[in-house]
């Protein structure tokens, strides 16, 4: 009788070819993207760095780095407008389309930021580190000021932790003078 072999598999598994891309080049953040949309497998058990960058780098193939970096920023933006309470419907389901499943985005995440301590960042993804944008209508409407209700003790306009305030400001600087900003 014939024995059965079984192999654990190690790497990408899809037969999409894994790029050649360094990963020190990727910021964290893309790092665990390209580890969710890649063949990772969901177990928690130990692998080694060599086999997640081997994940990574089939992401960076099957997303494309432009796109990748994307939705990198895309996912930093919905992190830091949840962390205040400002994400929109939009932006809140546009999210949950593109990772439903919570559990392998956080393990994505665990494992890139572990990969970090391996393989460090390079100057330009320790650059792009905070890069922040929005799948859908941010609060404030790209300008990067949130109108507040006026209140007699309260800010005129919070800051959006996502888009630049200061062009904002700068153009309409003689309407906000005297505004008290608070940042979110």
Same mark, same amino acid.
């Given at each position: 009788?014939?024995?059965?072999?079984?192999?654990?598999?190690?790497? =990408?598994?899809?037969?999409? =070819?894994?790029?050649?891309?360094?990963?020190?080049?990727?910021?964290?953040? &893309?790092?665990? $993207?390209?580890?969710? $949309?890649?063949?990772? =497998?969901?177990?928690?058990?130990?692998? *080694? *760095?060599?086999?997640?960058?081997?994940?990574?780098?089939?992401?960076?193939?099957?997303?494309?780095? &432009?796109?990748?970096?994307?939705?990198?920023? +895309?996912?930093? #933006?919905?992190?830091?407008?949840?962390?205040?309470?400002?994400? *929109?419907?939009?932006?809140?389901?546009?999210?949950?389309?593109?990772?439903?499943?919570?559990?392998?985005? &956080?393990?994505?995440?665990?494992? !890139?930021?572990?990969? /970090?301590?391996?393989?460090?960042?390079?100057?330009?993804?320790?650059?792009?580190?905070? /890069?922040?944008?929005?799948? #859908?209508? +941010?609060?404030?409407?790209?300008?990067?000021?949130?109108?507040?209700? =006026?209140?007699? &003790?309260?800010?005129?306009?919070?800051?959006?932790?996502?888009?630049?305030?200061? /062009?904002?400001? !700068?153009?309409? *600087?003689?309407?906000?003078? #005297?505004?008290?900003?608070?940042?979110?």
């Amino acid at each position: 009788m014939p024995g059965i072999t079984v192999e654990r598999a190690t790497g =990408p598994t899809s037969g999409v =070819p894994a790029v050649p891309v360094a990963i020190e080049s990727l910021t964290t953040a &893309e790092r665990r $993207v390209a580890l969710y $949309v890649s063949d990772m =497998p969901g177990q928690r058990r130990y692998r *080694s *760095s060599e086999e997640y960058a081997g994940w990574v780098r089939q992401g960076v193939a099957l997303l494309g780095v &432009e796109e990748l970096r994307r939705r990198a920023a +895309c996912l930093r #933006g919905y992190e830091v407008l949840t962390t205040a309470g400002l994400a *929109s419907a939009e932006v809140r389901e546009r999210h949950a389309v593109r990772y439903p499943k919570a559990g392998r985005l &956080e393990w994505a995440a665990r494992v !890139a930021a572990n990969l /970090s301590t391996v393989f460090g960042l390079d100057a330009d993804a320790a650059a792009r580190t905070g /890069s922040t944008a929005t799948d #859908g209508r +941010c609060a404030c409407g790209g300008t990067g000021l949130i109108a507040c209700p =006026p209140l007699p &003790e309260g800010p005129d306009h919070l800051i959006c932790p996502v888009h630049d305030h200061r /062009s904002a400001l !700068a153009a309409d *600087s003689r309407r906000l003078a #005297g505004a008290k900003l608070v940042t979110a």
